[in-house]
């Protein structure tokens, strides 16, 4: 029941937000017709893009330097995993390519590969969460995140899904 | 159990050459990875004739690389014998490795899908399925195993909790015959699977998944459940025709059937890359996640340790199967000798604790205990 909740709840959010982004544009920044509670939460950053998902059920946020990117694994994939064993990350300076697996989790028997949506160079990994991967179900899109790239093209995430899209290509999923 | 009718008759280290497959082929052809990616072949039925894992293994990663997305494809192979650990899993906690190697004609071997250590030989055949991840669930192709097994009289086979195929035998008591594990890609997920049919050594699985440091290592990753196992007790010919033919009333169409081919898929560029990445022991030991190795309890492994050859208490972290620290006493042992190094390129310890400056009675005591513990195959 809490997984269902959970999924109305970002559904609702991501109707809203449809009212206002020109369907145009992409990436929109943050704009002022956000509801105050979306607006305070985005105050640090105002310049951020909006955060993307992939297919393979990996989110991707940009940072508002505008070349760090975070990368971790959607709520979906986590609850579609069910308990996670471990978790494998690729170490500070190594490179991901888009489209290739950079690390893989393992739960119920099966090593899932995590797939870069772009190209770039590792700047931090949250080892805590390959310490505890069995924390990584708890709070997957927020400090549960995997990497951080720093990426020299970051047009491929505008091509990614948005929540509206991706809460939709989720629920069709299984 | 049912009697082990082929138990000693056959040399282990000979295996017999595979039986002829006895089901007509609507075509045999050469393997071939532009037939395995071409959109028409939506069914695909592979049988391989090598006994050797890497060469099967290799082949079943290039056939989840490469057959068309939308294809689902069945893999059948018999290897000669060998130990399979997990992706994530450590070979010194899971493994003796004093009994494989050369002499024994076992080999290690670790693949690339999740799950537990499984032993192969010629008396078990693996059956693997790749299909696009929307139409994947663990337990429909062990369900397609299960047909299999009851249309060879083997009544009381069925899935369990743990996605392996069970028989219960008599008295209640149920054995193992089949352990699953999984590969998912973006594209693809894999489904491949043990058969234990008339494995002529059940008698050593359990002597030879138990490691001796199991009592002194905490490691992250994967441990495996250990299970009693059975052989079902039929011919593998028989189980391969058997899985071909539910395969068949499952998904239909006109199959591409490969059949004869070895060795020679080696030739393959591709192939033969997955082959030598699965070779290197870089891959075998250096894919083993975090552990630590500890004589004393420690704050997160307190199990009471059984006794050791020596008075000093040892404690190893590595990462990779890299040493990152050795401590004697707690007096940590600073030397490129041992941090840093490579634990499958330690071949004798004794010298590395020597040229890392430890006690005369701990280079020979600590070193000859640790060459047995952390021993890995040439």
Known sequence: ?174 | MRPLRHLGRRSILHPPPHPPLTIPLTSSRPFSESAAANPSNKTQIYVSRSHDPLTNLSLEHRLLQTSHPDSIVLLLYTNRPCVVVGRNQNPWLEVNQARLGPQSHIQLVRRRSGGGTVFHDEGNVNFSVICPPKAFHRDTHAEMVVRALAALGEGRARVNERHDIVVDRDEGKTFKVSGSAYKLTRLRSLHHGTCLLRSPGLARISGLLRAPGEAFIKAQGVDSVRSPVANVGVEPAAFVDAVVAEFRSMYGGQAVEVDGFGEEVLEFEKVREGYEEMRERAWVYGQTPRFVLSTEATEDDNRERPAVPFESKLYIEAKRGIVNKLTLNGTSLDSPSIVGASIWEISDWATRLRDAGAGVDDVKEVGAWLDGVLATQP
């Open chain 1, 1 to 174: 029941m809490a997984t269902l909740f959970t999924r109305q709840a970002v559904a609702s959010a991501s109707r809203t937000a449809r009212c206002w982004r020109p369907a145009a544009v992409k990436v929109a920044p943050v704009s002022r017709a956000l509801p105050i509670s979306q607006r305070m939460s985005f105050s640090q950053s105002v310049q951020r893009l909006e955060k993307r998902f992939t297919e393979t059920h990996e989110w991707i946020d940009v940072a508002s330097d505008g070349k760090t990117c975070t990368i971790g694994i959607t709520k979906h994939a986590a609850e579609a995993l069910g308990d996670i064993v471990y978790v494998e990350l690729p170490e500070v300076g190594d490179d991901v390519g888009s489209g290739d697996s950079f690390g893989s989790v393992e739960s119920v028997k099966s090593a899932s590969d995590i797939v870069s949506p772009i190209d770039g160079s590792v700047v931090a990994v949250n080892d805590p969460v390959a310490e505890t991967p069995a924390d990584l179900g708890k709070d997957p899109e927020g400090e549960q995140w995997l990497i951080k790239v720093e990426a020299a093209d970051l047009a491929p995430v505008n091509e990614l899904m948005d929540l509206e899209a991706y809460t939709k290509f989720a629920e069709e999923d299984h």
